[in-house]
T-cell receptor, first 115, second 113 residues
Framework: AQSVTQLDSQVPVFEEAPVELRCNYS??????LFWYVQYPNQGLQLLLK??????LVKGINGFEAEFNKSQTSFHLRKPSVHISDTAEYFC?????????????FGTGTRLLVSP | DAGVTQSPTHLIKTRGQHVTLRCSPI?????VSWYQQVLGQGPQFIFQ???????GRGNFPDRFSARQFPNYSSELNVNALLLGDSALYLC????????????FGPGTRLTVT
């Protein structure tokens, strides 16, 4: 089965500390990879995407992610978090053989930043 | 510039009723996709429409249908509502069919009682 796994349902962290949100995927074909953020009572905002090229991808708000094909992972990192980063983060893939823009999402990781 | 807009914001319906949700894409975007997000889960793909034609469909029953209009806005229709249809319904738009950068609207919160 083709799926996206976010192992951590919740990650508590103190302000200005580094954070890593983990994402693994399973697929028999190549994929495009995405991270989205969802603030309370809002829609999803694209943080970053990997389509091809450099495996280290930089996104908005100081986030970055690294595509590791051998480990089928696409972990999201930020060196120093702010209170305002508190939100739900979703990893997603598009399988290249799908033929249309079907994003397959993980179950999400809630990032809780405290002072 | 206006982002993706959806209406209504909230909706309460009774089991067995029908509902229509509306989405206006970002100006110039021709592709619209619909997702269902049940509380505590990631969004699930329902449909993608491009140039008024259905281009992709997720694993949802035939009670779910959609259409896209000449101005690229879209409607999602759900018939014979079930309690399990209670969710946040998200619309996303993109420039073209193969443009993988999707922009999401704020969603419509549907509660079925």
């Amino acid at each position: 089965a083709q799926s996206v796994t976010q192992l951590d349902s919740q990650v508590p962290v103190f302000e200005e500390a580094p954070v890593e949100l983990r994402c693994n995927y399973s697929s028999s074909v190549s994929v495009y990879l995405f991270w989205y953020v969802q603030y309370p009572n809002q829609g999803l905002q694209l943080l970053l995407k990997y389509l091809s090229g450099s495996t280290l991808v930089k996104g908005i708000n100081g986030f970055e992610a690294e595509f590791n094909k051998s480990q089928t992972s696409f972990h999201l990192r930020k060196p120093s978090v702010h209170i305002s980063d508190t939100a739900e983060y979703f990893c997603a893939v598009i399988h290249m053989n799908t033929g249309f823009q079907k994003l397959v999402f993980g179950t999400g990781t809630r990032l809780l930043v405290s002072p | 510039d206006a982002g993706v807009t959806q209406s209504p914001t909230h909706l309460i319906k009774t089991r067995g009723q029908h509902v229509t949700l509306r989405c206006s894409p970002i100006s110039g975007h021709k592709s619209v996709s619909w997702y269902q997000q049940v509380l505590g889960q990631g969004p699930q793909f329902i449909f993608q429409y491009y140039e008024k034609e259905e281009r992709g469909r997720g694993n949802f029953p035939d009670r779910f249908s959609a259409r896209q209009f000449p101005n690229y806005s879209s409607e999602l229709n759900v018939n014979a509502l079930l309690l399990g249809d209670s969710a946040l319904y998200l619309c996303a738009s993109s420039l073209a069919f193969a443009d993988y950068e999707q922009y999401f609207g704020p969603g419509t919160r549907l509660t079925v009682t």
